[in-house]
T-cell receptor
Framework: DTGVSQNPRHKITKRGQNVTFRCDPI?????LYWYRQTLGQGPEFLTY????????KSRLLSDRFSAERPKGSFSTLEIQRTEQGDSAMYLC??????????FGPGTRLTVL | DAKTTQPTSMDCAEGRAANLPCNHS???????VYWYRQIHSQGPQYIIH???NNETNEMASLIITEDRKSSTLILPHATLRDTAVYYC??????????FGPGTRLSVLP
């Protein structure tokens, strides 16, 4: 499968714990996006990388959230000191310089 | 500010064409019109995109008005598996996707 992959698919954690998600984009895609989606809502933009550079961050991305894309390939999204309000689906998407974008299956986070 | 206006929900009979409208009256000249859909608990799936001309692929057809202020996604023969939330998204190259609430399409047997 040459699509966008995300791991883990599901994560259950206790409030206050740190969690890290991984996204592997389509290999030739230089752009990578993270989104968050809560129940009944459309996905909301969190952050965007072009190669290894993080070019844009939403104000939704509080200081407990950090994202990296160290070699311009895979990316990680870490949430520190999780809160119940962080429970959501976290989606990753990648694209090339042309139009379009492809989403991964998402990581569903549940904070107890 | 909302970039698009879509019906909240629509029903379609199985085997019939589903026509999903979208208003994007503030679209910029360099923005394409993208359509994605999201089946329950899955990531959004790309359907089709266009700039000015009508487009067709194996999934759907996209009709864009001449003034580009609105478009219609057509699923020619809807099946039960087409039940999903459909998002219309104007987006320029390099921009991030801005999702609205979309249209919840229910295909009925």
């Amino acid at each position: 499968d040459t699509g966008v992959s995300q791991n883990p698919r599901h994560k259950i954690t206790k409030r206050g714990q740190n969690v890290t998600f991984r996204c592997d984009p389509i290999s030739e895609h230089n752009r990578l996006y993270w989104y968050r989606q809560t129940l009944g809502q459309g996905p909301e933009f969190l952050t965007y990388f072009q190669n290894e550079a993080q070019l844009e961050k939403s104000r939704l991305l509080s200081d407990r959230f950090s994202a990296e894309r160290p070699k311009g390939s895979f990316s990680t999204l870490e949430i520190q000191r999780t809160e119940q309000g962080d429970s959501a689906m976290y989606l990753c998407a990648s694209s090339s310089d042309g139009p379009g974008g492809f989403f991964g299956p998402g990581t569903r986070l549940t904070v107890l | 500010d909302a970039k698009t206006t879509q019906p909240t929900s629509m029903d379609c009979a199985e085997g019939r064409a589903a026509n999903l409208p979208c208003n994007h009256s503030t679209i910029s000249g360099n923005e394409y019109v993208y359509w994605y859909r999201q089946i329950h608990s899955q990531g959004p799936q790309y359907i089709i995109h266009g700039l000015k001309n009508n487009e067709t692929n194996e999934m759907a057809s996209l009709i864009i008005t001449e003034d580009r202020k609105s478009s219609t996604l057509i699923l020619p023969h809807a099946t039960l598996r087409d039940t999903a939330v459909y998002y219309c998204i104007p987006k320029a190259q390099g921009q991030n996707f801005v999702f609205g609430p979309g249209t919840r399409l229910s295909v009925l047997p």
